[in-house]
Every structure is written in C-alpha cells, then in structure tokens.
C-alpha cells in the first residue's frame, strides 16, 4: 500500500469522521467547512479511475461460475462482482473482456448509478442476460470499491442493517415422501425454520412412472419413436403434481407446523395445472409456491390470485423491467425472486426491493449454486439493509470453492452472515481459480425436458 493510497483513504476517512462529529456546527465548525475539508482533502488525489475490467471464470465442481474484476489506478483497490449465467458462461466472458473493458478502462470508479447507466443504454439493445450478468459483474464490484474506500461493509452504504442476520431456507429433497420428510427433519436439526421441499428433481422427471415401491421405468413414447435427443428429459404432469400433494402431506405428518415449507413448480406444468395443485396445498400452509407460470403467462396470476391465497413466489427468470413492474404494482405475487445477476447487479436490485416495498411484496433473491459467493454475498447485504426482505435461499460452500473465494458468507441456525470488512466482503484466488477452467462445452441437459409426445416443456 503506497503513501497516496494512504493519503487518499486516511483523507476520506477523516471526512467520515468529521461528518460522524455530527455535522459542524456543533463542533463550531461554519457548515460549509465541512465541504471545503472534502475539497482540500481530495483536491491533491488524482480521481480513481478504472484500469482494467475482466472475467475470471471457473468451474470447481459441475457449475460455472464467473466474477468480474475491476482494477483501479490505487494499487491493490479493486473490486469483485458477480456475472453467473451457467448456461451461456462463454458469452457472458466475451460480453465482459471485449465490450465492458473497452466501455469502462479510464472512467472515473465513484459514480455507479451513471456507469449503470451508460453501459446499459451502450448497446442500445438492452435487458438481455448476457449483457445484464456483464453489468452486474461491473455493478457489484464498484460497489465492492465504494465500500474498501469509505472502510464500510456495502450494507452500511445501503443504509444499514433492519437485522442481524439473514433468515435462510434450506434445500430438501429424496425419492420417496419418507426421504424427503427425513432431509427437513435434518435441516430443522441444523436450525433451519424454512426448508424448500422437492421429490425427484423439477417436475419429478426422475420419478419416471411412479415413485416409493410402485416405480415402473416408462419409456416416453417420443424416444421410442426416436424424436428429440436421446438424453432428453421426460416428465409426466400428473405423476408430478400428485407428487407434490403427497410430500407435503408426509413432511407435515413427520415435521408438524413448526417449520415453513416451500416448494418450486419451476414452470414446468400447464398453468390450470399449477392453479389446481396450489388449491390442493393449501391445508399444507406453505411459506411460497415458487414459479407457478413461465414469465410468458404472467398474465395468469390474475386467476390464480382469484383461486387461491397461497402466498406465491416468482421472479427468477426475470431480465427486464418490463416483466416485474406491473406484476409487481398489481400485487401479483408474494415474493420478488429474481436473480441480481441477471438484472443488473445491486443497482437494479435494490429500487426492485423498494419498488417490492409500496406494494408488500418481500425479497426472496435467487441465491442457488449457480450464483457464486460474491453473488451470495450482495444478496446478503442487500438483504441486510431492505425492511421488506422476505427469506433468501441458501446453499453450502464446499471447501474447494471456500479456498477460490475467501470470505464467503457462511449460514448459522439457519442464518446467512457476510464478511464483516469493507466491501462486499469476497475476494478471490485467482490461481486456484485458474486450475478449475469453465469446459469448452457447455451442453447441459436438464433444461431439455419433453412431453410422451416429444413436445418441449419449459424447464
Ligand atoms: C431455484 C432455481 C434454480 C434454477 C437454476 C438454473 O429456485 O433455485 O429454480 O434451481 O433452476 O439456478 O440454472
Ligand atoms: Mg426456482
């Protein structure tokens, strides 16, 4: 750390504190001081700017993570963002080291709303995934910087903690009711107070033709006739909805009321199909039913919300504005869940959190594995700092990807807490990182599900 990092942090720091003295009149300081103290303090510092902006990709076990570095002109200050899209990992590292390098090398690092700005409207096209991951990567990591530069946990800049920790749900699964019933009582065990509660994968597509001991392999009538590609998944509406309606029965026998249970239909049924199961679940009072519709039928929440008073979730695979606002102002549903990343980073997020608090709708941010601990850390400190924050999912780190990203956020009785440092708290090994390249490759299938007949379902 050089004298004018010293300089220049000691100087702001010395601005906080006078302006902590509580304004300076009472210290007998003339107001305007105060001002003239930040002139004179900053006035000798060359203004930060941006050096350098690039992705660091890795995949340390089956998913693809990616974060954005911004590099500053203060040596050693740089910031971490997230820019996880999996599934078009390649582009979103071409969008970041060919566009955003380009758009942001020599531009000044405090004002992030206008940089928000300016790379939105850059490709005139906008709200897309690639580019919104890309700018949220940017977005996360000036906010990272703003933070290391004011000595303050990005919470503190987002005005301060509503909580002291971060009510988490955690994930259960198995095969069979009794499995599923038995990995809440495990999660109940570790604290949790809110566990999400799926059988078989979404859609139960590994049920095939039944589930417990009447399971009969079925062959889809569409591989039979040689339609679609030979890994494609298969899925069964009816085996799945019924499913649904007997693990919430079972959970509820095994684990009583006192724990909150949540479920997602991830779009996958027919939308009167996922009004007729939600009616089904009420006497099971779930927490939210997630992802009910697609966000191309948003248009039949109205129905639903006629049928049913279960709380809903949805969100998730929003990009733009143009699918939340009105939803949202409509009272829709329950809980935002969208992925920070894939509208824009913190920025974006945090006026869909005001927005969701006009009209009492919670914050229920996408945080599953395919968001990376720097993604999970600015769900937390946005978390922090919102009143309307409902629950937040939550995943477990494994070591390898604790080793790549120091500083992770980490979950206690079933609550998430963040590094409590200046910034967002994550910082990153970007040598073990390098030793987990993302594949070539990138064919995953579980998006690829199909009817008996071979026609596509929405994953
Ligand atoms: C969830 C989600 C995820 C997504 C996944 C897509 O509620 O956590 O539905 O499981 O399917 O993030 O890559
Ligand atoms: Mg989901």
């Not at 566009?99 to 897309?128: A, F, H, T």
């Not at 709380?311 to 809980?335: C, R, T, V, Y």
């Not at 990376?372 to 999912?393: L, R, Y």
């Amino acid at each position: 750390m050089n004298n004018q990092t010293v300089n220049r942090r000691a100087a702001l720091r010395g601005i906080g504190l006078a302006s902590l003295a509580g304004g300076a009149g009472m210290m007998g300081f003339p107001e305007q001081s105060l001002a003239a103290n930040y002139q004179k303090a900053t006035k000798a510092l060359p203004p930060l700017k941006i050096t350098n902006v690039k992705a660091i990709a890795t995949q340390p076990h089956s998913i693809e993570l990616i974060v954005v570095k911004v590099e500053t002109s203060e040596p050693g200050l740089y910031g971490l963002g997230c820019a996880t899209f999996r599934q078009r990992a390649h582009a979103v590292v071409t969008a970041i080291d060919k566009s955003l390098n380009d758009l942001c090398k020599g531009r000044d690092v405090d004002n992030i709303e206008d940089m928000w700005q300016s790379v939105y409207q850059s490709s005139y096209w906008r709200n897309g995934p690639v580019l919104n991951n890309a700018l949220s990567g940017l977005d996360q990591a000036l906010w990272d910087i703003k933070g290391k530069r004011a000595n303050m946990p990005v919470y503190q800049l987002l005005g301060g903690k509503c909580r002291f920790g971060v009510d988490c749900y955690a994930h259960g699964s198995g095969n069979s009711p009794d499995e599923v019933a038995e990995s809440v009582r495990g999660f109940m065990d570790q604290g949790f107070r809110h566990v999400r509660i799926q059988m078989g994968g979404y859609g139960a597509t590994q049920l095939l033709g039944g589930y417990g001991d009447n399971q009969t392999a079925v062959e889809p009538d569409f591989k039979k006739a040689g339609f679609g590609n030979a890994d494609d998944n298969y899925m069964d509406s009816v085996v799945y909805t019924k499913s649904v309606v007997d693990i919430f029965d079972k959970v509820r026998e095994v684990c009583g009321e006192k724990v909150e249970l949540l479920h997602d239909i991830h779009e996958r049924v027919q939308p009167m199909e996922a009004i007729n199961l939600i009616k089904q679940l009420e006497p099971y009072r779930p927490f939210f039913i997630e992802d009910p519709f697609s966000p191309e039928n948003n248009r039949y929440f109205r129905l639903l919300r006629q049928h049913t008073t279960v709380p809903i979730a949805m969100g998730e695979l929003f990009n733009s504005p143009h699918e939340w606002i009105d939803p949202m102002k409509d009272q829709m549903f329950d809980f935002i869940r969208i992925h920070i990343s894939q509208i824009g980073g913190i920025t974006p997020a945090m006026k869909v959190a005001r927005l969701g608090e006009a009209f009492n709708i919670r914050t229920a941010w996408h945080g599953p594995g395919d968001v990376s601990p720097v993604g999970h850390s600015a769900n937390a400190h946005i978390d922090f700092a919102i009143w309307n924050f409902g629950i937040q999912e939550s995943v477990n780190f494994s070591d390898r990807i604790k080793e790549i990203f120091p500083g992770a956020p980490y979950v206690e009785n079933g609550y998430m807490f963040v590094n409590e440092v200046p910034g967002l708290g994550v910082d990153i090994n970007e040598e073990v990182a390098a030793k987990f390249p993302i594949q070539e490759v990138q064919l995953n299938n579980w998006t690829q599900v199909r009817k008996m007949d071979g026609t596509v379902i929405r994953p």
